[in-house]
């Protein structure tokens, strides 16, 4: 059975959501759904209640990731050292952001939906492993890059077998964490009846089901490069912006041209 974080709440004591009382979604206004003075999405209601266990649990991890960037530094003691430190500040930079768009990702997708069932846990507990296997390499990689631009000397053990190895160890991070992504969408995609989606949630869950499959598609990309040329498999990831704009440009028309009509038609 599918159960909702709404629901969860209502068995723990929680005031139950519209969606777990059996309200039409469309129905009910967006103050109650949401806190006032809030507005998470546009053309989204958001489904989650109380923050649960699981959720928690997630942001705890994500949390403790971010600390395992910053966890080999030490208070500096002398001016040289503290030139050291401020040089691992734009590797730390790049890879808190890449950290915090994973976050923002899994946030989106617990708030739209509230899903909480066996399957949705399940990839919940392998995108977290992901998450902490990801964070050496991702800061490793984002050290060694930073240290070319601004000239600082590369470990000169880092041959070819070495650069490429690492290349898809960092590419198959970022992939499967997307295709993590893309298979939790499916899911609610799968459960659109039942979750009550409106036709442009649909069409939503649907974008952002290819969005993520566009990203797991570039980090699988960039993996087969390093097969070959380790040194071109970093500049793969350069099309994410552009793909991803090309996405928005084509399918953002219609889910305007859906809300258009949506708007209209009350």
């Keep these: ?46 489904r989650a209640g109380e923050i649960t266990r699981l959720e928690a649990f997630c942001d705890v991890v994500f ?32 890879c808190f952001a890449q950290l915090a768009m994973i976050w923002r990702t899994h946030y989106r997708f617990s708030r739209r939906y509230g899903l909480e069932d066996p399957y949705t846990v399940f990839l919940n507990v392998v995108l977290l492993f992901l998450v902490l296997f990801f964070v050496y390499p991702l800061k490793f990689v984002f050290t ?17 077998h070495e650069s490429s190895m690492l290349m898809r160890i960092y590419a198959a991070g970022f992939a499967s964490v997307f295709l993590l992504f893309a298979l939790l969408y499916v899911h609610a995609y799968r459960l659109r009846r039942q979750l009550q989606l409106n036709p442009l949630e649909v069409l939503e869950t649907r974008l952002s089901i290819q969005e993520n499959a566009v990203l797991a598609f570039i ?40 809300a258009e009509k949506l708007a209209l038609g009350r």
Excluded: C
């Excluded at 709404?6 to 139950?16: F, L, M, Q, R, V």
């Excluded at 470990?155 to 070819?160: E, K, Q, T």
């Excluded at 087969?224 to 498999?233: D, E, F, K, N, Q």
């Design 63 to 94: 949390g403790f990731a971010i600390t395992l960037l910053v966890v080999s530094l030490e208070v500096p003691h002398t001016y040289a050292e503290l030139m050291g430190d401020m040089r691992g500040f734009l590797p730390f930079a790049a």
């Design 1 to 46: 059975m599918t159960t909702t974080k709404t629901a969860a709440g209502a068995e723990s004591g929680e005031a139950p959501s519209p969606v777990s009382t059996g309200v039409p979604i469309e129905a009910v206004p967006l103050t109650a759904l949401h806190r006032p003075g809030i507005a998470p999405e546009k053309n989204f209601r958001w």
């Design 144 to 160: 060694l890059l930073f240290a070319e631009l601004t000239g600082v000397a590369v470990p000169n053990d880092l041959g070819w």
């Design 219 to 258: 980090g699988t990309g960039s993996f087969l490069v390093a097969l070959r040329s380790p040194g071109w498999a970093g500049w793969i990831y350069v099309l994410i912006g552009p793909l991803l704009w090309i996405h928005g440009e084509i399918f953002g028309k219609r889910t305007r041209q859906l």
